[in-house]
């Protein structure tokens, strides 16, 4: 039965991957090592010429994560190229500072002013957080970009753009709504308006959101030029969350076949002093992650969680030396097989539909030596949970509570850098996923380090993929 239930969800779930996007026309090209995605209105006329639109993404985001933008312009008749900023998404380089950020606007939009179907004389910006910042500065310095969309701008301009709407969510930072009403307050031209029930990432995904971008580019450059109805930008969301569930589904009858029915081991009992023992070992971790010598380490924020999870999962680990680890009723050579099989499937659960519908999830450059790097401090930390709470789902839970929080705090308190307060809802979501794998294995008597390895993978990925990689 839930097979079946995850063979629907899939199907359901691809369905909607397939047909999100409408009649646009992408394409991928790279243009002086920066990623650049098009999209282009179907229907057009042997030589005409469309208005263009380059969108930027913001900090930890990249193109896929912006591209329901590309699906709403393009079906109101413009032609949109998206990019990922250095650090971010397919870009291999390094991030270096915001600087560099105006360099690859500005190939993108010399990219975008060479295309065939796009009129040079009407262009536009749109960019969210750190790339609402990047596309205010640029169209301040640059008097010919003719629109400008500054989605949850962080901070205001130096300059003055020429028509410059400014949207932001009514559940985000104080800050980011000051800043919207002091910055249209103070441009002539521009206007702010609030997102009513959505914060700093799900005003990605709001109806109005886009709405209010496509009307204002709308009045600006004369369109709307097609009288097609603007796609849900929920679309390619609702395809890859159907498709996630329905692999998360799955785990069930694969772990079945690969471990054979067995008697689950009864998990241990939660004690209070072991409770006790996971706080007091966290703050410790929280305390020694913030000076250890890992400020090199090429992933922004990431040296601070890694380090943590190190540090704790070796803690956690030094309290179960004396405790006899509980013997998996599963041969060694069939748990070993299993386990690689797991690892792979925990791998294209958490790549395909996040990368099909949500963000960029292939790594590049770096991020290929960092993942392993990141696997192994979480896979400590989870086999560590699993040994002291001897694969109880409610012990797994708080030492992933404990985590949440305690990077919450360390974030902070100024023990790291403060975008990490961004970060844990994302880690929170995956420490969840992570121990609903967790009784699943625990359940079909899996050895608690397979348990850890493929679980593990799934935070791990998805941390290293999306934090920016840093000089």
């Known amino acids: 039965m839930v097979a079946l239930v995850a063979v629907l969800l899939a199907g359901a779930g691809l369905a909607l991957l397939a047909t999100s996007g409408g009649d646009a026309a992408p394409r991928r090209v790279v243009v002086d090592g920066v990623p650049l995605h098009e999209v282009h209105p179907r229907g057009l006329k042997p030589g005409e010429r469309r208005p263009g639109v380059v969108v930027a993404h913001g900090y930890a985001g990249s193109a896929r994560l912006m591209a329901q933008f590309g699906d709403t312009l393009a079906a109101r008749g413009y032609v949109v190229v998206l990019l990922d900023f250095a650090g971010h998404g397919a870009n291999p380089r390094a991030r270096t500072g915001n600087d560099a950020l105006q360099g690859e606007l500005g190939v993108a939009l010399d990219h975008l002013r060479r295309l065939r179907d796009v009129d040079t004389s009407r262009v536009a910006l749109v960019g969210h957080s750190m790339g609402a910042g990047a596309v205010t500065r640029y169209a301040a310095e640059h008097r010919e970009i003719g629109a400008t969309v500054a989605i949850s701008l962080p901070s205001a301009p130096p300059g003055r753009p020429a028509r410059l709407l400014l949207l932001v969510g009514q559940g985000e930072f104080a800050d980011f709504r000051a800043t919207a009403t002091e910055t249209a307050g103070r441009v002539a031209g521009s206007k702010a308006v609030t997102i009513p029930g959505v914060e700093h990432i799900s005003i990605l995904y709001a109806p109005r959101a886009h709405r209010e971008t496509a009307a204002w580019l709308d009045d600006g450059f004369g369109g709307p030029f097609t009288a097609a109805p603007l796609p849900s930008p929920l679309h390619r969301l609702a395809g890859a969350g159907l498709l996630f569930v329905a692999l998360l589904l799955g785990v069930v009858p694969v772990a079945r076949v690969l471990l054979g029915r067995r008697d689950p081991v009864a998990p241990a009992r939660l004690r209070p002093l072991q409770l006790v023992a996971v706080v007091a070992a966290a703050v410790v971790a929280a305390l020694t992650a913030a000076v250890l010598p890992t400020s090199r380490f090429p992933l922004d924020s990431g040296d601070y969680a890694v380090a943590f999870t190190f540090v704790l999962g070796a803690v956690l680990l030094a309290l179960t030396l004396r405790k006899r680890a509980v013997r998996s009723p599963v041969p060694r050579p069939r748990a070993v097989a299993a386990a690689v099989v797991l690892v792979g499937y925990a791998a294209v659960t958490i790549v395909v539909p996040l990368q099909l519908g949500f963000t960029s999830m292939v790594p590049v450059g770096a991020r290929w030596w960092l993942l392993p790097v990141v696997w192994a401090g979480f896979a400590l930390l989870s086999y560590a949970s699993e040994r002291l ?40 979501v995956l420490f969840l996923v992570q121990a609903g794998w967790s009784a699943v294995l625990n359940r079909l008597a899996a050895p608690a380090w397979a348990t850890a390895l493929a679980g593990s993978l799934l935070v791990a990925w998805p941390i290293v993929a999306t934090l920016p990689v840093t000089a």
């Open 389 to 428: 709470f001897g694969g109880s789902t409610l012990g797994v839970l708080a030492v992933s509570a404990v985590t949440v929080v305690a990077l919450t705090a360390a974030a902070t308190l100024g023990l790291t850098n403060g975008f990490l307060l961004l970060v844990v809802p994302l880690l929170a």
